[in-house]
């Protein structure tokens, strides 16, 4: 009986959406449907990118690996929500909350490298046609995406880190849906400047570098997409360019509204709110987005399926 109390103790409360529970209901059973879409869509794409020959290229090496991210992003938090929403108690222990915050902030990171990695892809495969298998050869996508995999590990790291170094004073109710930085920030019963910086500091290499880098890449497919006269190939090139921006829109927007502003200057509700967006709606419509643009992956998913 002693363990348990003392088990219990040193577990966090989420508090999620207790504010609102006529909504629980409601927003469990939203999430289930985004999480089952978020397995079948993102586990679809890894598939038919492995199994079809004609997906073996760099643009579809970098979506699966997105695919994968995004699958491991969702389960790290979902299933424990869903636990807490359907459940009596809205616990986590010490350890789950660990893993949960480490693997955030790991797999979000990375996923802010790779979103660049595949804007590079699309200026090789649009700008530079003749040479694109030459620049994007085999063992340059696996570094880059390893380069991505780690630095998302290296930031993930020294947050991780830091916030679990600050004092809580016992304070053990977590003001979100999982464990979250700012959330476990304002958990805190002191002031870190430091973090503060670090994390304004990672937030340019993570987020505004590569936003910049993307941003970039796509001013110059304009101006090359402008020149094409082949309308076949112009809509190709729509298609494909357009399915990664709106992934990119998505996904940076809310993440950098949520991290580059002063951790007060955001109000807790709307935190949870467009937390919930890029956390369990992004990876939901990523799949979506490739497929329903993608006439290449269409195409592949009927061979596989009628082959």
């Known amino acids: ?22 909504l629980e209901h409601i927003i469990s059973g939203v999430v289930f449907i985004f999480y089952i879409v978020t397995l079948v869509g993102n586990t679809t794409i890894i598939l038919v990118s492995k199994l079809d020959s004609q997906l073996h290229t760099p643009m579809y090496f970098f979506l699966s690996n997105l695919s994968f991210l995004d699958l491991c992003y969702a389960t790290s938090i979902i299933p424990q929500m869903l636990v807490n929403l359907w459940g009596p108690t809205k616990s986590i222990t010490y350890g789950g909350c660990v893993l949960q915050f480490f693997f955030a902030l790991d797999l979000g990171a990375t996923e802010c490298l790779l979103l660049a990695v595949m804007a590079y892809d699309r ?102 997409v402008v020149r094409i006269k082949s ?55 990523n799949p979506l987005i490739y497929t329903l643009r993608n006439k290449d992956v269409k195409s592949a998913i009927k061979r596989i399926l009628y082959v």
């Open 1 to 22: 009986m002693d363990t348990n109390n003392r088990s219990s103790m040193t577990d966090f409360i989420l508090l999620g959406f207790s504010d609102w529970p006529q």
């Open 123 to 224: 200026y090789a495969a649009v700008c530079q046609p003749l040479y694109y298998t030459i620049i994007m050869h085999p063992q340059l996508c696996q570094k880059m995406v390893l380069t991505a995999w780690l630095g998302g590990l290296g930031s993930a790291f020294i947050l991780c880190s830091l916030t679990l170094k600050l004092p809580r004073c016992g304070h053990r109710e977590v003001d979100n849906f999982f464990c979250e930085m700012p959330a476990l920030v304002k958990m805190a019963c002191v002031y870190s400047k430091v973090i503060e910086i670090v994390v304004f500091a990672l937030g340019v290499i993570f987020l505004l570098v590569p936003l910049s880098l993307i941003l970039i890449s796509y001013a110059i497919i304009t101006q090359a």
């Open 231 to 285: 309308t076949a190939r112009w809509h190709k090139v729509l298609n494909t360019c357009g399915s990664h921006l709106t992934v990119v829109t998505l996904f940076y927007g809310t993440v950098i509204y949520m991290y580059m502003k002063p951790q007060n200057s955001t109000s807790q509700d709307e935190g949870k709110f467009l937390t919930l967006f890029y956390t369990i709606v992004t990876p939901t419509l």
